[in-house]
């Protein structure tokens, strides 16, 4: 089993930065790709960022390209989320969530990966 915590959610203005963390613990060695998925009140859970299990390979939706960066420490069991230039839609919960079978690439999908987190709370005001 793995377990993923998130942390370094919060809240800031608009414009601002927030560095989301997870660090996973358990039989690590079985992580692959390892993802961020976000989920506003009322709205289905929505793929944000994935990172290849070495990081040669990184996707983003289009609603953060060029804002929000995606990184991992494979030594510390950690992956990042650094987030620039918050909007309102930024708001939401934000969940780690780590992949088991792909070897190659970083998944969009939610079925494609096999852990979660519980999630962090991002929430940016005006």
């Known amino acids: 089993q793995v377990q993923l915590a998130e942390s370094g959610g919060g809240l800031v203005q608009a414009g601002g930065s927030l560095r989301l963390s997870c660090a996973a613990s358990?039989?690590?060695?079985?992580?692959?790709?390892m993802g961020w998925f976000r989920q506003a009140p009322g709205k289905e859970r929505e793929f944000v960022a994935a990172?290849?299990?070495?990081?040669?390979?990184?996707n983003y939706v289009d609603s953060v390209k060029g804002r929000f960066t995606i990184s991992r420490d494979n030594a510390k069991n950690t992956v990042f989320l650094q987030m620039t230039s918050l909007k309102l839609e930024d708001t939401a919960v934000y969940f780690c969530?780590?992949?088991?079978?792909?070897?190659?690439?970083?998944?969009?999908?939610?079925?494609?990966?096999?852990?979660w987190g519980q999630g962090t709370q991002v929430t940016v005001s005006s």
């Open positions: 969530a780590g992949d088991t079978s792909v070897m190659i690439g970083a998944p969009k999908h939610i079925y494609e990966y096999d852990y």
């Open positions: 358990g039989r690590t060695f079985s992580l692959y790709a």
């Open positions: 990172i290849s299990k070495y990081g040669s390979t990184t």
